[in-house]
């Protein structure tokens, strides 16, 4: 039999089943809000430790940037700085936070930093700035890049300020250090070579479309080298460096004043004007200033010091760079060739002189293999006229030119260093010929002296040389005269003492040639091994007309006396001059009086 519940048993029924899972229902919703509570806990705490995790990184990263990294509140107090900017100022960064740029830079350049940071603040835009500020504390300037900007915090508050700073002050002070040593010179601080070819090639471009004239200056130091020699190269810089001060002081600061090598400097005149002759007075007057500045510099030991300038004037549309240095060059030379302490302006007469040089300069070099070089020897005599020695003189036959001067060839090999080979072929010839004479009786007791020039004579191998010719030709040592002057005697005179004394160890004779016109010290020739002093020409010609040339030539002759030495006239063309030397107690002489330079199959034909 079935029973059916009535709906007041139904609903009783509902209500309790429905209570029952209720409470299941609400327990499990509960559990899981717990669980839900829990795990966003988590998470937050997660998202909170990534968090710090991340702003630590992103610290380390900026204290690891090679940059100055800030933030600024809106009234520029230091917010956040990074490991950079700590170091800068010696403090950390909770020294440093809620303070402003004025408690560590100083005044000026605390201002000059707030302005740009509020212009920055006030236009909302970006800026890159150089900025040159300077620490409190320092004196040494430092530069950086900035690069600032506004930063918003949160919606509706001013912004703050961003700043990433770049120090460039190690790189720019490098640059400047490049750059001086690429255009300066460092002994004086003046322009070099380099910075006067831009300067000298900027005036001319600039005056390629005018008339008016500029002027360049070449000035090279009167024997400097023997500044060196004497005095050592510590001197002679503290000599180019005062030379240096002294013509900066004495210029226009329009002037361009440059060392151009050794001892020569170069001086470049902007727009002297026109026409050609005023600017020409214009150079001029410069050139006599500097030229007197140069006189009143003293080396140290007194010797004294004088210059030479070489003058080229020039417009832009009329020369290159090249042109106008080659011609202040080739006056130079020529006021060097006057004897030094002068100017000479370039005219185109010298060009034509330089171009016939530099032609007899390359056949020079041809000289020697073409036999085009020759002896001629001129007797030295005795009071009594007997011939004691000859002297070997260098003569040159040019096939077109004729006979060429020694004045004007010799000084050219010199320059160029043709002298060693020359200067090598002499001695073999003048010891081949000592070798002959050896055999003959009635020259067997001459002597042959020989000119050595400075270049020839302070070659590492000179020594060897000779010795190895003497050893060839099996010449009398005790017969070679080798004839040194007093320049010479001033280069490096350690060096040149003990190269003469190996020789004269060997039996070589030494003669001190033109004395009295140099620089020797008689202290210093009392102590090497002369045997001669040859009283110069120069001082002979004037002797019966000059008391100064008198005065000099007996004084030279007492010293010679003095020291042991022979003493030997040079230059003797009349008997009131050998009259004169005879009875001042000089017995040796040479000259036309007794004979002119001849070849060797001549030499005793008239005797």
């Known amino acids: 039999m079935y029973h059916f519940a009535t709906s007041a048993e139904l609903l009783r029924s509902i209500d309790t089943y429905l209570g029952r899972w209720g409470i299941a229902l609400l327990l499990i919703f509960l559990l899981l809000a717990l669980l839900g509570n829990v795990l966003l806990k988590r998470r937050m705490q997660h998202n909170r430790a990534l968090l710090q995790t991340n702003k630590e990184m992103l610290a380390t990263i900026l204290d690891s940037v ?26 950390p ?28 603040l006030a236009s909302g835009k970006k800026v890159t700035v150089e900025e040159r500020n300077v620490l409190q504390g320092e004196s040494r300037v430092r530069t950086f890049l900035s690069i600032k900007m506004p930063l918003s915090m949160s919606p509706g508050a001013p912004p703050s300020l961003c700043g990433i700073s770049t120090e460039l002050t190690d790189y720019l002070e490098m640059q400047s250090r490049t750059y001086y040593l690429a255009f300066y010179d460092s002994l004086t601080g003046l322009p070099n070579r380099r910075m006067l070819m831009d300067s000298l090639t900027a005036a001319i471009d600039h005056d390629e479309w005018s008339a008016s004239y500029s002027a360049v200056l070449v000035i090279d130091l009167d024997n400097f080298r023997l500044v060196n020699d ?32 050794s001892d020569e400097f170069v001086v470049l005149l902007n727009n002297l004007g026109e026409p050609q002759t005023e600017a020409a007075r214009k ?26 300038i070489g003058i080229a004037l020039f417009t832009g549309r009329e020369h290159s760079m090249d042109s106008v240095l080659q011609q202040a060059d080739m006056a130079l030379q020529q006021a060097k060739r006057a004897g030094g302490n002068t100017l ?42 007997v011939t004691t020695g000859v002297e070997a003189l260098l003569r040159w036959y040019h096939p077109q030119r004729g006979w060429v001067s020694p004045a004007t060839f010799i000084p050219l090999a010199e320059e160029n260093r043709l002298i060693v080979p020359i200067g090598y072929w002499v001695l073999r010839s003048a010891c081949e010929q000592l070798a002959k004479w050896s055999h003959q009786a009635t020259y067997a007791t001459l002597s042959i002296s020989v000119n050595v020039s400075s270049v020839q004579f302070q070659q590492p191998d000179f020594v060897h040389d000779v010795e190895a010719l003497l050893a060839e030709t099996l010449a009398p040592p005790s017969r070679l005269v080798l004839e040194v002057t007093e320049s010479l005697l001033m280069c490096e005179p350690v060096r040149v003492r003990n190269t003469m004394l190996k020789l004269r160890a060997r039996g070589i004779r030494f003669a001190l040639d033109d004395f009295g016109t140099g620089y020797s010290s008689l202290s210093y020739l009392k102590r090497l091994p ?32 003095s020291l042991g030495l022979t003493v030997v006239a040079e230059g003797v063309e009349k008997k009131e001059q050998l009259d004169w030397l005879r009875g001042h107690g000089c017995y040796r002489y040479q000259g036309y009086l007794f004979g002119r330079p001849t070849p060797i199959e001549y030499l005793f034909e008239s005797y």
């Open 230 to 261: 004497i005095q050592g190269h510590e001197s002679g810089d503290h000599l180019l460096i005062n030379v240096a001060e002294q013509l900066r002081q004495r210029l226009e600061p329009e002037a361009t004043l440059a060392r151009f090598s």
């Open 344 to 385: 000479c302006f370039f005219n185109t007469d010298m060009q034509t002189s330089v171009l016939e040089r530099a032609s007899l300069e390359a056949d020079l070099h041809k000289a020697l293999e073409r036999n085009e070089l020759a002896l001629h020897y001129q007797v030295q005599v005795d009071h009594q006229g």
């Open 283 to 308: 150079a001029e007057r410069v050139s006599r200033q500097l030229l007197e500045t140069i006189a009143q510099v003293r080396s140290g030991h007194s010797l004294p010091i004088s210059a030479s």
């Open 66 to 91: 090679d940059a100055f990294i800030y933030i600024k509140s809106p009234t520029l107090k230091y917010q956040y700085v990074n490991r950079r900017i700590s170091d800068l100022f010696g403090l």
């Open 93 to 120: 960064a909770d020294k440093i936070i809620g303070k402003c740029d004025a408690e560590f830079f100083d005044a000026g350049s605390a201002a000059e930093m707030e302005q740009v940071d509020r212009s920055v």
């Open 530 to 561: 002369l045997d001669e002093l040859k009283i110069d020409q120069s001082f002979i010609r004037e002797l019966l007309t000059d008391k100064t040339d008198a005065a000099i030539v007996d004084t030279t002759i007492l010293l010679a006396v």
